[in-house]
């Protein structure tokens, strides 16, 4: 969280015990800063922080949005906080961790503590979604280290933090696009970039609406965002990959898989590489 804000907006959910894994993986799905969890009477509560950048029914829509696939957990209060001091309790919460077989993702306040063998990612834990803390962005990057190639160029649609695109530069990508369609994220993103030595100029950053507009074809395309947007972007996937070309696809739950594939077999796109973690689904497709 940042300290410049004077105070942060909440909204609180509720779950039976069992959903426990799910509600902890709200925040980030939903945009969150950050969040506490309590636990009492067979019910767990998660109360989750949004930046003031955003008015309250902003927030409030989109976790909306993201709960269609979590029945049985509820919003059930919401408000203000007045900004507190718990900046190292939160930093604590971050520790370095490493993801696949070659990175390791670090908030800023760890730089000097990297594995010689991992390559380090520096994220900023904002409210960006795609710490590299969920297990979506974990599965996206672990598919990404095994298969990208040196000098391919790429795109990243819905990029959040940017730290798939940072991960595909540590990996000698070549032309790099990158769109987000919250203009608020392109901040973030470019902070990310000048934690990590990326100059503006070596990625095509722009506001974008999924493939909208986008008129590049490229070796490697990678979303980690939800099913929704996913399934209508994937028509247009095809068009986006040149010959060879693979696309990424994560941000997607297990109980989705089969209405996944499907869609993609009607775009034309078989799968050649997935990765489950936890409740979360990932794969790597490329035309047939």
């Given at each position: 969280?940042?300290?410049?804000?004077?105070?942060?907006?909440?909204?609180?959910?509720?779950?039976?015990?069992?959903?426990?894994?799910?509600?902890?993986?709200?925040?980030?799905?939903?945009?969150?800063?950050?969040?506490?969890?309590?636990?009492?009477?067979?019910?767990?509560?998660?109360?989750?922080?949004?930046?003031?950048?955003?008015?309250?029914?902003?927030?409030?829509?989109?976790?909306?949005?993201?709960?269609?696939?979590f029945?049985?957990?509820?919003?059930?209060?919401m408000?203000?906080?007045?900004?507190?001091?718990?900046?190292?309790?939160?930093?604590?919460?971050?520790?370095?961790?490493?993801?696949?077989?070659?990175?390791?993702?670090?908030?800023?306040?760890?730089?000097?503590?990297?594995?010689?063998?991992?390559?380090?990612?520096?994220?900023?834990?904002?409210?960006?979604?795609?710490?590299?803390?969920?297990?979506?962005?974990?599965?996206?990057?672990?598919?990404l280290?095994?298969?990208?190639k040196?000098?391919?160029?790429?795109?990243?649609?819905?990029?959040?933090?940017?730290?798939?695109?940072?991960?595909a530069?540590?990996?000698?990508?070549?032309?790099?696009?990158?769109?987000?369609?919250?203009?608020?994220?392109l901040?973030?993103?470019?902070?990310?970039?000048?934690?990590?030595?990326?100059?503006?100029?070596?990625?095509?950053?722009?506001?974008?609406?999924?493939?909208?507009g986008?008129?590049?074809?490229?070796?490697?395309?990678?979303?980690?965002?939800?099913?929704?947007?996913?399934?209508?972007?994937?028509?247009?996937v095809?068009?986006?990959?040149?010959?060879?070309?693979?696309?990424?696809?994560?941000?997607?739950?297990?109980k989705?898989?089969?209405?996944?594939?499907?869609?993609?077999?009607?775009?034309?796109?078989?799968i050649?590489?997935?990765?489950?973690?936890?409740?979360w689904?990932?794969?790597?497709?490329?035309?047939?």
């Amino acid at each position: 969280m940042t300290g410049a804000d004077s105070f942060w907006w909440y909204i609180t959910l509720e779950g039976g015990s069992e959903q426990e894994e799910a509600l902890s993986s709200l925040a980030d799905l939903s945009g969150g800063i950050g969040s506490e969890e309590h636990e009492g009477s067979g019910k767990i509560r998660l109360r989750i922080y949004y930046r003031t950048s955003h008015d309250l029914g902003y927030w409030l829509e989109l976790l909306n949005h993201v709960l269609e696939s979590f029945p049985g957990i509820s919003v059930v209060d919401m408000g203000k906080i007045e900004n507190r001091q718990w900046h190292t309790e939160w930093k604590e919460a971050f520790p370095p961790l490493p993801v696949g077989e070659k990175f390791v993702v670090l908030a800023p306040w760890h730089r000097g503590s990297e594995p010689n063998d991992r390559i380090p990612l520096y994220i900023y834990p904002g409210s960006a979604f795609g710490t590299g803390y969920h297990e979506s962005t974990q599965i996206a990057l672990t598919l990404l280290e095994r298969h990208m190639k040196p000098h391919w160029n790429i795109a990243d649609i819905g990029t959040g933090s940017g730290i798939l695109f940072i991960g595909a530069i540590r990996l000698g990508a070549g032309k790099v696009y990158a769109r987000d369609l919250d203009p608020a994220v392109l901040n973030e993103v470019l902070n990310n970039m000048e934690l990590n030595g990326i100059y503006k100029e070596e990625v095509d950053l722009k506001e974008g609406n999924l493939l909208q507009g986008f008129d590049h074809t490229v070796n490697l395309l990678m979303a980690n965002i939800i099913i929704e947007p996913l399934m209508s972007m994937i028509p247009d996937v095809p068009h986006a990959l040149c010959d060879g070309g693979i696309a990424i696809f994560s941000g997607l739950l297990t109980k989705e898989k089969d209405t996944f594939i499907e869609t993609l077999n009607k775009a034309g796109l078989k799968i050649i590489d997935e990765l489950e973690r936890n409740d979360w689904w990932g794969v790597a497709v490329t035309k047939k």
